[in-house]
């Protein structure tokens, strides 16, 4: 079964930092790109980050620029999100997703159950 | 990046057709043809309906379809069931490899 597992979420501090991992089983992450989407009950999702298939190439939302670092290893089958200089406003629900060429482009079919973060003091 | 502007709720009974809207910019939607949206069940992940404007992942309801003109896609859902029941969002690409969400639909069937 193709699946992805979430984890690393918790409490954090503001201004704190929090690692959060994706495994997948069922399929190789070597063969995609892969994405983060945060959700929150305000704001709906929000499209984080994506990385290429060997992590040469990675982009960012304007909101988590410079504070948040995508990686990933394809040797442990595994995607991260490294979040530095935590806000209040990060604190969501944090899903992991692999992005899949469809037709003429690539798109988010397989999603995990999500990791929460919550930012607080 | 603002998000696509979708209305916060819509709904019908059942049988009826209803469609949800989701307002982008020539930026994302009116640029590009690589429009999705998903559909996410109570406590639950979303789920891919529609990819490329208008195509279906296979085993896909044809109930649900999608369209585009300008800067807005729209998605229809036909013979609405109780099960049709959740938010749905629209995603589109916007360029340097970034994307974004729709506000999401909250659909009522009555």
């Known amino acids: 079964e193709v699946q992805l597992v979430e984890s690393g979420g918790g409490l954090v501090q503001p201004g704190g930092s929090l690692r959060l991992s994706c495994a997948a089983s069922g399929f190789s992450i070597t063969n995609y790109w892969m994405v983060w989407v945060r959700q929150t009950p305000a704001k709906g999702l929000e499209w984080v980050s994506r990385i290429n298939r060997d992590g040469s190439s990675t982009k960012y939302a304007d909101s988590v620029q410079g504070r948040f670092t995508i990686s990933r290893d394809n040797a442990k089958n595994t995607l991260y999100l490294q979040m530095n200089s935590l806000r209040a406003e990060d604190t969501a629900l944090y899903y992991c997703?692999?992005?899949?060429?469809?037709?003429?482009?690539?798109?988010?079919?397989?999603w995990g159950k999500g990791t929460t973060v919550t930012v607080s003091s | 990046q603002s998000a696509l502007t979708q209305p916060a709720s819509v709904s019908g009974s059942p049988g009826q057709s209803i469609t949800i809207s989701c307002t982008g910019t020539?930026?994302?939607?009116?640029?590009?043809?690589?429009v999705s949206w998903y559909r996410q069940r109570p406590g639950k992940a979303p789920e891919l309906l529609i990819y490329d404007v208008s195509d279906r992942p296979s085993g896909n309801s044809n109930r649900f379809s999608g369209s585009k003109s300008g800067n807005t896609a729209s998605l229809t859902i036909s013979g609405l069931q109780a099960e049709d029941e959740a938010d749905y969002y629209c995603?589109?690409?916007?360029?340097?490899?970034?994307?974004?969400f729709g506000t999401g639909t909250k659909v009522t069937v009555l």
């Open positions: 020539s930026s994302d939607i009116g640029s590009y043809n690589f």
């Open positions: 997703v692999r992005d899949y060429p469809l037709g003429t482009w690539f798109y988010m079919d397989v």
């Open positions: 995603n589109s690409y916007r360029g340097g490899s970034t994307y974004v």
